[in-house]
């Protein structure tokens, strides 16, 4: 066997797994109790997480991928008014109205008050838009009436067709920004997170269910089920890690299933019964971002709610939504070019400047919905709604509200509770619903503060500066900038990077990768200053490990290029082109958008 | 047969008008002097050089053998020959011969003009990429040679292993990763040292630190300094690797210095743009093209116009001048050069391949291309799209024509439809299409010299 050497370093302490928050690997096996478990890392998850633990219980959350890395890191970043529901279901409307109003005072730092517009154009229906009024008028909603030439002239982008519009106080939100505080926090007051934890069953006795078997996930699981990570058996990939023996087991007595699109595969764990219980279809939309913000307000178009009738501008993005169609897969689907071509298509009639401004990439999520005309368990004020709004696409029909369903009274399982559907909007709401059957079911006796306490920001992310960066090497990377794009600097990336993030999770939260580059500098950049700080490797090899470190840059790279290239026109094309290039070179095979 | 021309006319001529200086028009104007032709190239800048790692590679089939033979099929197996649109990729029409020939001609240019390659065909070398990962390639600068991994990998101790040196100040060159991914893919021993160049340098890119080091005095203090850090270790090694900076202009000396100082064979590693291998080669080849006596360049030129008539350009004209030949060599670069253009949603739903708008345009109408081009490929990747050309690289112009453009020439794998993309693929239509434009101006085709003297071939 050949000789290897590697310059010694001491083993870097993760900060996190201090404060609670571990990634684990396949050779960890945890043994672990608490209150409550709540399966899920994205919204509904992370929301019950700062609702039970305000509530002074004792939770874990346990997140088969990084946070957010399902629906919710996928959608538009559209806190609602409330107006895109206003024609169809007014309770809704009324709903999202509240939840922004909340939104906007405890989350204040991670809304940007762009306001909203509704504009009407040659082509809608008028019938449509006294409908809407009436809708906005049960809701509670102030449709300000706007004067045309007045509105063109603020939006000088916007088509010149428009008949009339309506101002309402829809925003743009920092999802990611939010949901790691909400997390941060709680793991702060003493809730624990596992990531890369996947739930393999349930432990059930003659009382029901009384906690989880978890297993933790390697990069092959990952490639696997994220559909723009990289097809599976890719070269590159590291060998398989050596697997726990046994399966880490938590236990608690009640389980919250809050799994999203994939709530019927985490409930069939328990049985047919329990899955039958949670009637979750699948819906794709499909997202455009502009590397601009075309408009400086939420723009929506006064119609029934259709393919392309969002602008959100988004930080320095503008983002186009959406499309809705059914799709099979949980994870992230892959947008296809011709709903690309759709979006454009309808985009362009409300900003006709679309053409000229080409695309940065494409995304797409899943939403979960609620299936139609099924009898439902609901709990609470906002509970589970069945669908009936009108819409053009066939998931706008299904029910825009949640699910709560208490699996002791629909199976005969006690312990578990599945929480489904909604929006990012209405979050907390489904949280504070949540929380107040989870408290009562245990027994205890404790009020919903999510409308009262604010979230703070973390402005430098879980390692603040004072935290002491690792000295010598790292030391030389301070003062660099990791992503020239979001002017990040290395040292805050790196305490991140540090605490075990990996790079999908790093762009969630700093942005890296999500600018004009698309991480076709910053990723290699950081893989290389990953060694340098000396990332802990497993358990069973504590060096970094320079082989998944590559692998986590080729997943990188590869998810950040399928999202460019449905989008390859114009400048873009050029792009594309560029970056397909460099990534052949660095990863030394054809990348995506080529044939081998 | 050249015509002498000065720069201050306002209609200039040359045998062969070559549009475009990046890989591909440096070449096609390399060939096309040689055969006895006046060139004049006619260019904004360097394209994509400054891009470029340096490396020869072919890539991957782009208008494969069997995409020749059956031109008329994609990859769903739809016929997508039409009435009116003839002629197929020229892939068909290329022989090994022909390949290998462009490659020593290649070979034998650049070392005249002082970048020396060496060429590995039919085998390939192997070096680390910018993360570590093996790449292939089939030529490479003659600076990076000793980093085949062929030659001190495979598993066999050869003698201390390998040595990477990485500065503090070039940020973007991972040299921990890379050692540590090149010990665990070849089984050796591979170390690195980072240092710092000295405080009085400061944080730069590639090409700044390469001019830092064409300073014979500031040189000198570096290898005082690379033998005090490096030295230990150096003599060691099998070899030491080097970030691509060592120089723009007296790389090879310093290449040279620095091994005779540490002891030990001393090389380069491809990095990221920007690139100072393509830079060196841009530099050098202006030099040795303009030294050669039969080669004019306009830089700074956008070509805005170009007259066809009779199945023939005449002239092409940027804002300035116009420039008239006999024969043109179109060398605008591809998609990523900027010389494809990609309509706005075109290739998103339509089936068809839109046209090509090869050169660069009107500034009052940037959409509206100088040669509308008819262009062809597989399916619905771009990636395989290119310009239509009969198989002497002749494009078609876009619409019912039947006929080629008569004296254009298409150079660069994706105008000239290679059958393999990227530098090789480049370097192959470029050398065809000087050839061949010169051939059609009426140069006298003076032989092209012997070519093996400067190749290097693998021991």
């Known amino acids: ?596 | 047969m050249s015509r002498a021309t000065t720069c201050s006319e306002r209609v200039v001529g040359y045998d062969v008008v070559v549009l475009g200086a990046g890989l591909a028009g440096l070449v096609a104007a390399a060939r096309a002097a040689e055969a006895g032709a006046s060139v004049g190239i006619v260019a904004l800048a360097s394209g994509g050089l400054n891009l470029w790692s340096g490396l020869v590679s072919a890539q991957r089939s782009l208008f494969d053998a069997e995409g020749a033979e059956d031109s008329g099929r994609d990859s769903a197996g739809a016929d997508r020959t039409e009435a009116g649109r003839p002629g197929r990729g020229p892939a068909s029409g290329w022989t090994a011969a022909e390949t290998a020939e462009s490659a020593r001609f290649f070979a034998a240019v650049t070392g005249r003009a002082g970048l020396p390659y060496l060429s590995a065909s039919p085998a390939s070398f192997t070096v680390l990429s910018p993360a570590g990962n093996p790449i292939t390639c089939s030529m490479l600068p003659a600076s990076a040679a000793a980093g085949d991994l062929t030659l001190w990998g495979g598993g066999q101790e050869s003698g201390g292993g390998l040595l990477i040196a990485g500065f503090t100040e070039l940020g973007d060159y991972p040299a921990g990763l890379i050692s540590a991914r090149a010990a665990s893919r070849t089984g050796n021993r591979v170390i690195y040292r980072s240092f710092s160049l000295g405080a009085a340098v400061g944080r730069g890119l590639a090409p700044r630190l390469a001019n830092l080091f064409d300073d014979r005095t500031w040189f000198r203090s570096f290898l005082d300094l690379s033998r005090r850090v490096l030295g230990p270790e150096a003599r060691q090694a099998a070899a030491v690797a080097f970030p691509p900076v060592l120089g723009v202009y007296r790389f090879t000396q310093n290449l040279q210095d620095l091994a005779e100082n540490l002891g030990c064979p001393v090389f380069e590693l491809p990095a990221l743009p920007p690139s100072v291998p393509g830079q060196r080669f841009w530099r050098l080849w202006r030099h040795h093209l303009e030294r050669g006596g039969r080669t004019t360049f306009h830089l700074g030129s956008r070509v805005v116009e170009a007259r066809v008539q009779g199945g023939k350009c005449l002239w092409v004209a940027d804002w300035h001048r116009r420039y008239e030949g006999a024969a043109f060599v179109l060398a605008t670069g591809g998609v990523a050069g900027g010389g494809l253009e990609v309509p706005p949603g075109s290739l998103l739903a339509q089936d068809d391949f839109p046209t090509a708008g090869a050169g660069s345009g009107r500034p009052e109408n940037p959409r509206e291309p100088v040669f509308g081009l008819a262009t062809w490929g597989h399916g619905r990747d771009w990636l395989s799209w290119g310009v239509r050309t009969d198989s002497d690289l002749r494009p078609y112009p876009d619409g019912a024509a039947t006929e080629p453009l008569g004296n254009v020439f298409a150079a660069g794998w994706q105008l000239g439809g290679a059958n393999v993309s990227g530098a090789a693929g480049s370097i192959f239509t470029a050398w065809r299409a000087g050839g061949l434009a010169a051939a059609a101006a009426g140069a006298t085709d003076g032989t092209i010299p012997a070519a093996s003297t400067r190749t290097g071939e693998r021991g």
């Open chain 1, 1 to 596: 066997m050949a000789r290897r050497t590697r310059p010694g370093r001491p083993p870097v302490r993760r900060r996190t797994e201090r404060r609670g928050i571990r990634w684990l690997t396949p050779a960890d096996s945890v043994l672990d109790h608490a209150d409550v478990i709540i399966v899920g890392g994205g919204a509904t998850g992370v929301g019950l997480l700062w609702d039970l633990t305000l509530r002074g219980l004792d939770v874990i959350l346990l997140e088969q991928g990084g946070l957010a890395s399902g629906t919710s890191g996928a959608f538009h970043g559209l806190l609602h008014s409330g107006g895109r529901y206003a024609g169809s279901d007014p309770a809704t409307a009324a709903e999202c109205l509240t939840e922004n109003h909340i939104l906007r005072s405890v989350a204040r730092p991670f809304v940007e008050d762009t306001g909203g517009v509704f504009v009407r154009l040659e082509e809608d229906d008028a019938d449509w838009e006294t409908r809407w009024l009436e809708g906005c008028r049960q809701a509670g909603l102030d449709a300000r009436r706007l004067d045309r030439r007045d509105l063109l002239s603020r939006e000088p982008a916007l088509t010149q067709s428009l008949i009339s519009a309506y101002a309402v106080p829809d925003a743009s939100i920092d999802g990611f920004g939010l949901l790691w505080s909400l997390l941060w926090s709680s793991a702060e007051a003493g809730a624990r997170v596992y990531f890369r934890a996947r739930v393999s069953g349930f432990l059930t006795d003659e009382a029901g269910v009384r906690g989880v078997t978890v297993v933790g996930r390697d990069e092959r699981d990952e490639a696997a089920s994220e559909g723009c990570g990289g097809a599976p058996g890719r070269q590159g990939l590291p060998a398989p890690r050596t697997r726990a023996i046994e399966p880490g087991e938590i236990t608690a007595p009640l389980v919250i299933n809050a799994t999203g699109p994939w709530a019927a595969e985490t409930a069939a764990l328990a049985g047919p019964g329990p899955a039958a219980s949670v009637p979750v279809e699948r819906d794709k939309g499909v997202m455009l971002v502009f590397n601009a913000r075309l408009v400086s307000t939420v723009v929506n178009r006064l119609r029934p709610p259709a393919d392309g009738d969002i602008l959100v501008p988004h930080g320095p993005v503008t983002i186009l939504g959406t499309t809705s169609g059914r799709t099979r897969l949980a994870g992230r689907p892959r947008p296809e070019p011709g709903e690309t071509a759709l979006l454009m298509r309808e985009g362009r009639s409300l900003v006709p400047a679309l053409e000229l401004a080409p695309p940065l990439r494409t995304y797409a999520g899943v939403r979960p919905l609620l299936q139609k005309g099924r009898d439902t368990v609901s709990e609470g004020a906002s509970g589970a709604r069945k669908g009936r709004a009108p819409g053009h696409g066939p998931g706008r029909g299904e029910g825009r509200g949640f699910l709560l369903v208490d699996h002791g009274e629909t199976d005969g399982l006690p312990g578990l509770l599945t929480v489904a559907g909604g929006k990012f909007t209405t979050f907390r709401a489904m949280a504070a619903t949540t929380g107040d059957l989870v408290v009562r079911l245990l027994g205890r006796r404790a009020r919903c503060r999510t409308a009262e306490v604010g979230v703070p920001r973390l402005v430098q992310g879980p390692a603040s500066p004072g935290g002491g960066r690792p000295a010598g090497r790292a030391a030389d990377l301070a003062g660099q900038l990791a992503c020239e794009c979001e002017l990040v600097t290395l040292s805050t990336t790196l305490s991140l990077l540090d605490a075990g993030l990996d790079l999908a999770d790093l762009r969630r939260l700093q942005r890296v990768g999500m600018g004009g580059c698309q991480g076709v500098f910053c990723s290699r950049r950081l893989a290389g200053a990953l060694w340098q700080a000396g990332r802990p490797g497993t358990r069973a090899k504590p060096q970094p490990d320079e082989e998944a470190i590559a692998a986590e840059l080729a997943s990188f790279q590869r998810s950040r290029l399928a999202g460019v290239a449905p989008v390859e026109w114009g400048a873009q094309a050029r792009f594309g082109a560029l970056s397909r290039a460099l990534a052949r070179l660095t990863l030394g095979e054809p990348v995506e958008g080529e044939r081998p």
